[in-house]
């Protein structure tokens, strides 16, 4: 059965967030809040994690995880950003946005689209995230918690512990989440696409104009 933290939102704390960081890096796959919605993750290089949200969220290979970062800067390691584009997530980052932009040489092949060679970049802007990173080092690899059939994401802990108790190893409780899934931009093709709408708004970006992908 999954391990159940409950944190504090705003002041996690460091015992349970070192935690769930060696669960982590132990090759688990856990229950996380975001800004936007309840997440699933693992380490960026665990394929085996990655395969097991997969299997959780339903999804086969074709379906993208996203990298979730700590800050800007860290996107500009996995990412490859022209003026046009870093001045776009700069103004979105943290926030509730998912960002498709060219991947660099140190994303792994098996997470870059095979023929636009992208990859999905966010930042959220969330305290028990943003001490998971710190503590971790790296990247998580990601996933809006949406189970097959559904759509709308997961956002009561207990429910998500009821529903995959036997198939995660954590679940950390840190109350409510928005419950949407975040907007995606895809920043990889000129002019900007957004191909989901959800949590970010996109009038941040100066894109409410533009239609959707």
């Given at each position: 059965?999954?391990q159940y ?21 132990a ?9 936007s919605?309840?997440?699933l993750?693992?380490?960026?290089g665990?394929?085996a994690?990655?395969a ?14 996203t ?6 800067s860290?996107?500009g ?16 980052t943290p ?11 140190e ?7 095979p ?11 969330h305290?028990?995230?943003q001490a998971?990173l710190?503590?971790l080092?790296?990247?998580l690899l990601s996933?809006?918690?949406?189970l097959?059939?559904?759509v ?10 009821d529903?995959?108790g036997r198939?995660?190893d ?6 409510a989440c928005p419950?949407e899934p975040?907007?995606?931009v ?6 900007p696409?957004?191909?989901r709408?959800g949590?970010?708004d996109?009038s941040r970006?100066g894109?409410?104009?533009l239609?959707?992908?």
């Amino acid at each position: 059965m999954a391990q159940y933290f409950q944190v504090h939102p705003e002041n996690p704390q460091p015992r349970l967030v070192r935690q769930a960081a060696a669960l982590l890096r132990a090759g688990g796959v856990i229950a996380y809040p975001t800004d936007s919605s309840y997440a699933l993750g693992c380490q960026i290089g665990d394929a085996a994690a990655a395969a097991r949200i997969r299997r959780i969220r339903g999804v086969d290979e074709t379906h993208f995880l996203t990298l979730v970062l700590r800050d800007l800067s860290a996107i500009g390691h996995f990412a490859r950003l022209d003026n046009w584009q870093f001045k776009m997530v700069r103004q979105a980052t943290p926030g509730r946005f998912t960002f498709v932009l060219p991947a660099t040489r140190e994303v792994p092949r098996r997470l870059k689209h095979p023929r636009r060679s992208t990859v999905g970049v966010r930042v959220p802007d969330h305290a028990v995230t943003q001490a998971l990173l710190a503590e971790l080092g790296e990247p998580l690899l990601s996933s809006t918690l949406i189970l097959p059939g559904q759509v709308e994401p997961l956002n009561d802990a207990e429910k998500i512990r009821d529903e995959l108790g036997r198939v995660i190893d954590l679940v950390i409780d840190a109350g409510a989440c928005p419950a949407e899934p975040t907007t995606v931009v895809d920043l990889a093709t000129e002019p900007p696409v957004i191909v989901r709408m959800g949590a970010g708004d996109p009038s941040r970006l100066g894109l409410a104009r533009l239609g959707s992908g």
